[in-house]
């Protein structure tokens, strides 16, 4: 399948917020998100706006310095991780790819701060970019690469902002 690349402005953090609540609501365990974007692009943000859509109560901080923080009491389980302070052949030590096994981790929703440090980049990974805009908000640019994510983007509640740019 040819990607399909789906971008949605965000012209302030709580929109940020609000399309990673939408993804917490709807995407399936076992589902990977890979977040690119500048320093204070708003991965953060995307990711809190994700535990809130998957039912968690307690705070989420970016985990730079642990590498990564497990939210066990959502919907279904939330991996979050941040490559920030990795190169990519440290990242590769980290041995992510059990967070995708589900032989040895309860499937979850892993998202990857910093993914494009991850290489090689996990299989059916969704990729989510964003970019600061010149009116002061973000772009999400959104990369789907199986029939899953594009029925997954097209059908989230904010589908008639999300454009599907074939």
């Known amino acids: 399948m040819v990607p399909c690349t789906f971008r949605l402005d965000l012209p302030h953090p709580q929109a940020t917020k609000n399309l990673g609540q939408s993804l917490g609501q709807h995407c399936p365990a076992g589902m990977i998100l890979l977040l690119s974007g500048d320093l204070g692009a708003g991965k953060t943000t995307l990711v809190q706006g994700i535990g809130a859509g998957l039912?968690?109560?307690?705070?989420?901080?970016?985990p730079t310095f642990t590498l990564v923080?497990?939210?066990?009491?959502?919907r279904i389980p939330l991996y979050h991780v941040d490559l920030y302070r990795l190169s990519p052949a440290e990242?590769?030590?980290?041995?992510?790819?059990?967070?995708?096994?589900?032989?040895?981790?309860?499937?979850?929703?892993?998202?990857?701060?910093?993914?494009?440090?991850?290489?090689?980049?996990?299989?059916?990974?969704?990729?989510?970019?964003?970019?600061?805009?010149?009116?002061?908000?973000?772009?999400?640019?959104?990369?789907?690469?199986?029939?899953?994510?594009?029925?997954?983007l097209e059908n989230l509640p904010d589908h008639g902002l999300l454009v599907n740019e074939v």
Do not use: C, F, K
Not at 116 to 134: H, K, M
């Open 55 to 62: 039912g968690l109560v307690e705070p989420i901080a970016s």
């Open 91 to 152: 990242a590769v030590s980290l041995y992510l790819d059990s967070y995708w096994d589900p032989l040895e981790t309860t499937p979850g929703l892993v998202a990857i701060e910093w993914g494009d440090r991850l290489w090689p980049p996990p299989p059916d990974a969704l990729e989510i970019t964003l970019t600061d805009t010149a009116a002061g908000g973000r772009q999400a640019t959104l990369v789907a690469i199986t029939p899953d994510h594009v029925t997954l």
């Open 69 to 74: 923080n497990e939210y066990l009491e959502g």
